[in-house]
């Protein structure tokens, strides 16, 4: 009889623990599944992405982004929500307004693969101003190199192709024969050359959608 009870007192004290290291563990198996899910997105939206490379699908830049929003399941904007985020013509300015509102954008953080990037004044007639939200000019990050290289592919003159930057250094397109950072304006004679290089104008990066 006295065996008994000890058995009954150890399935009691013993199944409860069972039950909440199972929920542990299940839980933790969700986020591990959500995440490779949202990898999969990306490598996907990538993919979709980079079949646009050297054509002129999108004619400009934040159609190509509008173009590969729709065929991925808008993993970056609403439509319809976007409509209501235009305070002037261009439309890659409207994106950054719906990332900013769902609180998707970073500023000092390296990105990741199919996350977007935004550029300030990129414009011909524009000076940058360092610090303003003036969004002209957006990419899609396909690569990021362990030298903290970000590749991307962009509209730039009626064109899709890559483009790279390297914040950690600035100032230079080169670095030990590789090209780190590409030129997203004509340089007058006037201008330092590093003030036409993409992380002249870099302004943020925008994440995906996490649910989609």
Do not use: W
Not at 96 to 117: C, F, G, H, T, W
Not at 129 to 134: C, D, L, S
């Amino acid at each position: 009889m006295y065996h008994l009870n000890i058995s009954k007192i150890i399935i009691l004290f013993i199944f409860p623990l069972i039950f909440i290291f199972t929920g542990c563990s299940q839980k933790q198996s969700n986020i591990e599944t959500e995440s490779l899910s949202i990898e999969k997105k990306r490598k996907a939206i990538v993919a979709n992405a980079l079949k646009y490379l050297n054509t002129k699908e999108g004619k400009d830049c934040s159609g190509l982004v509008a173009l590969v929003n729709t065929e991925n399941g808008e993993p970056y904007y609403k439509t319809k929500k976007l409509n209501n985020h235009f305070s002037n013509d261009y439309r890659s300015k409207a994106i950054y307004n719906v990332m900013k509102s769902d609180e998707r954008i970073a500023k000092k953080q390296s990105p990741k693969i199919a996350d977007l990037v935004f550029f300030s004044d990129t414009l011909e007639k524009t000076k940058r101003k360092v610090g303003a939200e003036n969004i002209t000019h957006i990419g899609i990050v396909t690569q990021v190199d362990r030298d903290g290289t970000v590749h991307f592919i962009h509209n730039i003159r009626g064109k899709n192709v890559i483009g790279v930057l390297n914040e950690k250094y600035p100032k230079i397109a080169n670095k030990e024969n590789k090209n780190i950072n590409t030129y997203l304006k004509r340089c007058e004679p006037s201008r330092s050359k590093y003030e036409c290089l993409s992380p002249y104008f870099l302004s943020a990066y925008g994440e995906i959608e996490r649910r989609f």
